[in-house]
């Protein structure tokens, strides 16, 4: 099953966007996106392939972590996860019809 996990991490200076910019790159092998330009928060988007939403958090989580690495952020703590899966998204969407 697919997962769009959200995972952000924060610190203590404001974020430029090159930084962003390098996570994005780092973040686009997982179909993903980045986040923070001018705050003290970065964040990404996945795409995650698993069976469960703990391993999906648990899978995006350590995607998010080694591409904040390769893009030469700070190791700042994660301080917001969630998933939600495809069925789901789809479901909301057949609900608004």
């Known amino acids: 099953m697919r997962w769009s ?28 996106i980045a986040s ?6 970065y964040g990404a988007q996945l795409v995650i392939d698993a069976d469960d939403l703990d391993s999906a958090v648990g899978r995006a989580r350590a995607e998010f972590t080694t591409a904040a690495s390769r893009a030469g952020l700070p190791a700042w703590p994660i301080v917001r996860s969630e998933a939600v899966s495809e069925a789901e998204e789809l479901a909301d969407l057949d609900g608004l019809e």
Request: charged share 30%; aromatic share 0%; net charge negative.
């Open 36 to 41: 923070g330009i001018g705050t003290t928060r």
């Open 5 to 32: 996990v959200a995972v952000e991490a924060e610190g203590d200076r404001l974020l430029t966007r090159e930084e962003i910019v390098d996570l994005a790159d780092a973040v686009a092998p997982a179909a993903g």
